[in-house]
T-cell receptor
Framework: AQKITQTQPGMFVQEKEAVTLDCTYD???????LFWYKQPSSGEMIFLIY??????QNATEGRYSLNFQKARKSANLVISASQLGDSAMYFC?????????????FGAGTRLFVKA | GAVVSQHPSRVICKSGTSVKIECRSL??????MFWYRQFPKQSLMLMAT?????????EQGVEKDKFLINHASLTLSTLTVTSAHPEDSSFYIC????????????FGSGTRLTVV
């Protein structure tokens, strides 16, 4: 079965510091994609970063980077130089062939609080 | 970038009435759209996959007759909650994929439904 696990319900980080949000996954798909989304209190879902299972390098997008460890089935999100506006819910997600028609499944989410 | 417009953003309705939620891709064609439901402080749960010109594919446990999905054009999918009850109160959000998987899904802004 496909599964995404985010074990940190909430995280605190001091402004300007880096923070790592954990994500592990389980899949039998040979090929899959991993995503991180941000959901502010307003509710919209904002795509942050993508990692393909065959990508050799870890993905980076500005202050976001994805620490992809395929053997451990982990895809942690690293946010550098945290800003107050980073306070939000963060969801790790996965899409693979065997999730049934390329559906995306989401983890439970981690709420990040950035302290001034 | 790709934009998905979702309306209404908030709706309050009486028990027993029906509510229609629209999801439009503004600058791209979406043969497939996804509808999610999110309970407070929980993750996104996929309800159904909306396919242009054909029947929607519903997830296990989702009542087809209660949550009617129509994807009549390449830019519009609608979700109708029929005979709404208080337990249908939730946050509903749609998404579509414009192009490459690495670009992630584009989400609508969501609809907060309250049934009184």
């Amino acid at each position: 079965a496909q599964k995404i696990t985010q074990t940190q319900p909430g995280m605190f980080v001091q402004e300007k510091e880096a923070v790592t949000l954990d994500c592990t996954y389980d899949t039998s798909d040979p090929s899959y994609g991993l995503f991180w989304y941000k959901q502010p209190s307003s509710g919209e879902m904002i795509f942050l970063i993508y990692q393909g299972s065959y990508d050799q390098q870890n993905a980076t997008e500005g202050r976001y980077s994805l620490n992809f460890q395929k053997a451990r089935k982990s895809a942690n999100l690293v946010i550098s130089a945290s800003q107050l506006g980073d306070s939000a819910m963060y969801f790790c997600a996965m899409r693979g062939i065997n999730t049934g028609g390329f559906k995306t499944i989401f983890g439970a989410g981690t709420r990040l609080f950035v302290k001034a | 970038g790709a934009v998905v417009s979702q309306h209404p953003s908030r709706v309050i309705c009486k028990s027993g009435t029906s509510v229609k939620i629209e999801c439009r891709s503004l600058d791209f064609q979406a043969t497939t759209m996804f509808w999610y439901r999110q309970f407070p402080k929980q993750s996104l749960m996929l309800m159904a996959t909306s396919n242009e010109g054909s029947k929607a594919t519903y997830e296990q446990g989702v009542e087809k007759d209660k949550f009617l999905i129509n994807h009549a054009s390449l830019t519009l999918s609608t979700l109708t909650v029929t005979s709404a009850h208080p337990e249908d109160s939730s946050f509903y959000i749609c998404s579509a994929e414009e192009g490459r998987e690495s670009d992630g899904y584009t989400f609508g802004s969501g609809t907060r439904l309250t049934v009184v």
